[in-house]
């Protein structure tokens, strides 16, 4: 069944339940869901006391026929494009998306660095960004998790000693930032010095994968400007505060990168960033923010799951006679109540966006789709 011809079913269904629905409280009644495909399912929340409006997919765990994955705008990190556009991008002669949802915070100040992703991102194998961050994953067995991740990636010079970098990010004061041809064709860290590099013997890269040790040879050096990042290469940037140690740098000198990232993720095809952890087995939740922030409703995005099904939801806001968003706390609770043993908050505001067998069933804040930098996809394999 098409997302059109359930939709005004699972409405009319769903039109009881408009009275009194707060997500922390067991009186009100759960969603109603409606079959999308064998194993995916829709409902909507509708308040008119808050007022929310909140949909929900619900899907079955353990079916091999659906995978998750992430996206990236027009496939590089330095770019933005609706949840839909990158959906579709996602189809194949295997597999088409059935369900999209806007992805990790993203970076939106103008220039060079616009659209990239803040926490760690890994697609189909390959680690597209890293941060010491929450993070969901799903591991080589297709199991899901959530928990914090610890990024330690390290370069190893010629003389042996070590430094941090970071990974299509930002070139910063003394941590230089190692570009892969995912980032775009060319860096734009114009007041930086540029190594561009090429593999050593058999090492396999790109593309570069989580918890990995590759060693690298010098090709080129280039003092300033902006350089192409050629497939099968990799460029390495660092600012005049770190210049002294590049300098010591020769064409021909080997260089090591280690990806290291705690929990494992080395095996993990898929990988997103998010913020704050709303439900955890482990401990309970607190979350430092700024005052005042905490209590704010806005619209959200969250992903959470339990032993049997993933749950994907939006919550819109920022409309008064629609939907005023939730707060970190009201979305713990609306996970919680779904039965989320674990869950994830991710991007929101604006951005927050429900794409469901290709129709956008939530209405954004902006009243017009914004662009984003990366999407959670569901894929169904085609028979």
Not at 48 to 59: D, G
Not at 134 to 163: C, K, L, M, N, Y
Not at 176 to 184: I, N
Not at 302 to 321: E, K, M, T
Request: aromatic share 8%.
């Amino acid at each position: 069944m098409s997302a059109r011809a359930w939709l005004g079913a699972a409405i009319a269904l769903l039109a009881g339940m408009a009275a009194g629905c707060n997500p922390g409280s067991g009186r009100n009644p759960a969603p109603v869901f409606a079959e999308v495909v064998p194993g995916l399912a829709y409902a909507q929340l509708v308040s008119t006391n808050e007022p929310w409006s909140i949909h929900i997919a619900r899907l079955e765990l353990g079916r091999r026929e659906f995978r998750l994955a992430t996206s990236l705008a027009n496939q590089v990190v330095e770019d933005t494009a609706t949840v839909p556009d990158q959906a579709l991008a996602t189809a194949s002669d295997q597999a088409r998306p059935v369900l999209a949802v806007n992805g990790d915070y993203f970076d939106l100040r103008p220039g060079p660095h616009y659209g990239d992703p803040r926490g760690v991102q890994i697609r189909d194998g390959e680690l597209v960004s890293f941060a010491t961050a929450p993070a969901f994953w799903v591991d080589a067995a297709g199991q899901p998790h959530i928990g914090e991740v610890s990024a330690r990636a390290r370069v190893t010079w010629p003389d042996g000693s070590t430094s941090p970098f970071e990974l299509n990010g930002p070139v910063r004061s003394n941590v230089p930032s190692l570009f892969t041809p995912t980032f775009a064709a060319r860096t734009r860290a114009i007041n930086a010095m540029r190594l561009l590099l090429e593999p050593v013997g058999a090492d396999a890269w790109p593309p570069v994968r989580a918890n990995q040790t590759f060693a690298a040879r010098v090709r080129e050096i280039h003092p300033a400007g902006g350089t192409a990042i050629t497939p099968g290469l990799l460029v390495l940037a660092a600012d005049a505060a770190f210049c002294s140690q590049a300098l010591r740098v020769h064409p021909g000198d080997r260089l090591s990168f280690a990806t290291d990232l705690t929990p494992f993720l080395g095996t993990a095809p898929t990988a997103l960033g998010g913020w704050p952890i709303l439900v955890s087995p482990e401990k309970s939740l607190a979350w430092k923010t700024k005052p005042g922030k905490l209590d704010s409703r806005h619209p959200r995005t969250a992903i959470g799951f339990n032993d049997r099904y993933l749950f994907l939801v939006v919550v819109d806001g920022r409309q008064p006679s629609l939907s005023a968003g939730m707060t970190f706390v009201e979305l713990a609770s609306l996970m919680r109540r779904l039965g989320c043993t674990e869950a994830l908050n991710l991007d929101g505001g604006g951005s927050s966006t429900f794409w469901l067998d290709g129709v956008v069933m939530n209405s954004p804040s902006d009243f017009f789709l914004r662009p984003v930098a990366n999407a959670l996809v569901v894929l169904r394999e085609k028979p």
